[in-house]
């Protein structure tokens, strides 16, 4: 699916991902409490979207993908 320079691309979109979610959702700078817990549990999704998504974009969807189907 990837390859080359559009991996490394890819990639780089995904690490500004985690920026922009530092940005808005920063929640050290809310009270404790139950939006602070908000914040922090969307940020730390947020990670694991964009980690899933590197993971994939590394070793690829493998014998679930559409070009390994259309390989049979």
């Known amino acids: 699916m990837f ?3 559009g ?3 890819y990639c780089l979109k995904l690490l500004s991902s985690d920026v922009v979610s530092l ?3 920063n929640f050290w700078a809310f ?3 139950r939006e602070q817990i908000n914040q922090m549990l969307h940020l730390f999704k947020n990670f694991s979207i ?3 998504r590197i993971v994939l974009a590394g070793v690829g969807a ?3 993908s559409l070009d390994a189907k ?3």
């Open 50 to 52: 964009v980690g899933g």
């Open 62 to 64: 493998g014998a679930i």
């Open 3 to 5: 390859s080359g320079i």
């Open 31 to 33: 009270p404790a409490g």
């Open 23 to 25: 940005i808005f959702h």
């Open 7 to 9: 991996r490394r691309l």
């Open 70 to 72: 259309r390989r049979r």
